[in-house]
């Protein structure tokens, strides 16, 4: 297959707001595709190239200098080879090489096609925001019931695997796809509710437990191997090992946990976010120690706990992780879900989830079944820019320009960002010194008066909700908006969408 197939095929999904159109234009690529072509053509979809690490950044390719080609005749296997060869190179003069690399990759390529590669190398989400269209495309050009290819994306963690056994493979072997004990699987995620007796009306009795502002964790046991892994399933094993010791000490042989882990001050009580998220960074142990709490459990010695009840997993978790456990109750009643948010708020911590105490653990998904509560409304957004600051905080960028995703393209382009507001607010010294010092590695284009950057960054907004607003596409602007923190362990993919925002006008 030659790249400009799947460069037509990207623009044609990216240039219809229509999901059906997309879906059969991609639909349309994969069926098309050879076996050995399929995992890097997804890749190249999700603007996630299957060799994952390239070394490779923005000023590197922006600084590529060569004629392009006038004709295309590159292959995906063409660009598999290159980006193999580029992930391969390593120690001195490894720059060069890399450039030498990218040159020539360059020059075989049309305009229209490296603009494409750069974007994809880069993970640019003008392409990455198609994941969800892509399981549709390929239960279309497999013929493979959509809920099963979710279902073994989900539990993979891999969707150019799954794209390949649902093309290539039986109905059988599509379904045969489950849990592995070290590979990650993607969360379940939570709802937002206003009050512990709102999200109880939502799912029934519930386990109503602490909702920590810590890093979300899965760590997989087999034997003495221990995996710990972030919600975007990046291997940080060697970083945590006070967690790996912890749960080698469980008395069972293999495990699958999620929870959330941080860091204590003296008094017991939460360190800042950021101080947790510091640890995830580091390539050596610092004396911060990282304490996790354990809220689910997906496998225990051969035995997948995935679609059983929570009640049923909650039994299992009590017995194997006891003390590591996160505290809740299980109840009905409103009145207790109130006292255990109030208990949780007291210590220190955001709020609560109230979990269906009969739901499935849905890997990958947001549903009604977890609702998550905190006493102000916070939302991921992605930063769009940031204007340089005035007075004190003059040459400091400062005021920052929010936007959340529109999947759908309902108020832009597709798999876009809508501006909804801006503020300066909730930003120490030291945050305004990282933003300056970070952002130009983002950056986009600039202006006299600010630095508008590609959508990457994302942090956490607290709003005492929105309002109707022309000013912006999107019809609604932030009310009251100030920086909480920023979500390093969170892609600009899983920010929140504008109809979520634009749902709080009804609410």
Do not use: C
Not at 167 to 186: F, I, K, S
Not at 420 to 429: E, H, R
Request: charged share 25%; glycine share 10%.
């Amino acid at each position: 297959m030659r790249l400009h197939e799947l460069v037509t095929a990207t623009g044609e999904a990216a240039a219809t707001s229509s999901r059906l159109a997309k879906i059969d234009a991609l639909a349309r690529l994969l069926r098309s595709a050879s076996r050995d072509e399929i995992v890097p053509l997804v890749g190249l979809l999700l603007a996630s190239p299957r060799q994952g690490r390239l070394g490779v950044g923005w000023r590197g390719i922006t600084a590529i200098e060569a004629a392009p080609a006038s004709e295309a005749t590159l292959t995906i296997e063409d660009v598999d080879a290159a980006l193999d060869d580029l992930a391969g190179t390593a120690g001195s003069g490894s720059a060069a090489a890399r450039t030498a690399l990218l040159t020539g990759l360059a020059a075989r390529a049309t305009a229209e096609e490296w603009d494409f590669l750069a974007r994809a190398m880069l993970g640019e989400l003008r392409t990455g925001a198609l994941a969800g269209v892509l399981l549709d495309a390929i239960a279309r050009a497999s013929d493979r019931p959509p809920a099963a290819v979710r279902r073994a994306a989900m539990l993979s963690g891999d969707l150019g695997e799954t794209a390949l056994i649902a093309l290539t493979g039986t109905p059988q072997e599509l379904d045969a796809v489950g849990l592995v004990v070290g590979r990650p699987v993607l969360p379940m995620l939570a709802a937002t509710a206003a009050t512990p007796t709102a999200a109880l009306e939502i799912t029934g009795e519930a386990s109503v437990e602490y909702k920590l502002d810590g890093a979300r964790i899965q760590v997989h046991r087999h034997g003495d191997e221990v995996g710990v892994f972030t919600r975007s399933l990046a291997d940080v094993t060697h970083r945590l090992p006070e967690i790996v010791e912890i749960v080698r000490a469980l008395p069972a042989h293999d495990l699958i946990l999620d929870g959330e882990t941080l860091s204590l001050d003296e008094d017991g009580g939460p360190r800042p976010f950021q101080e947790t998220m510091s640890r995830f960074g580091a390539d050596v142990a610092r004396e911060l120690v990282l304490r996790p709490w354990f809220f689910d459990l997906l496998h225990v010695d051969g035995r997948d706990l995935i679609d059983e009840p929570l009640a049923v997993r909650l039994a299992e978790l009590d017995r194997v992780a006891g003390a590591w456990r996160m505290p809740g109750v299980v109840t009905d009643d409103p009145d207790a879900a109130e006292r255990l948010s109030r208990e949780a708020l007291t210590a220190g911590h955001e709020g609560v989830v109230v979990k269906a105490i009969d739901a499935p653990y849905a890997a990958g998904r947001r549903g009604k079944s977890w609702v998550k509560v905190k006493p102000v409304l916070t939302y991921d957004l992605v930063v769009l820019g940031a204007e340089w600051g005035s007075g004190r905080r003059r040459g400091w960028l400062s005021n920052l320009h929010l936007g959340a995703r529109d999947p759908d393209g309902e108020f832009g382009e597709p798999g876009g960002f809508v501006m909804v507001g801006k503020t300066f607010k909730g930003l120490t010294d030291e945050l305004l010194r990282w933003q300056t010092e970070t952002f130009p590695a983002h950056e986009a284009d600039r202006t006299e008066w600010a630095v508008h950057l590609r959508p990457e960054l994302v942090v956490e907004i607290a709003i005492d909700g929105v309002q109707r607003s022309p000013r912006y596409p999107g019809g609604i602007a932030l009310r009251f908006a100030r920086v909480k923190h920023y979500r390093p362990d969170k892609t600009a993919a899983e920010a929140d969408t504008i109809q979520t925002l634009r749902a709080l006008l009804r609410g």
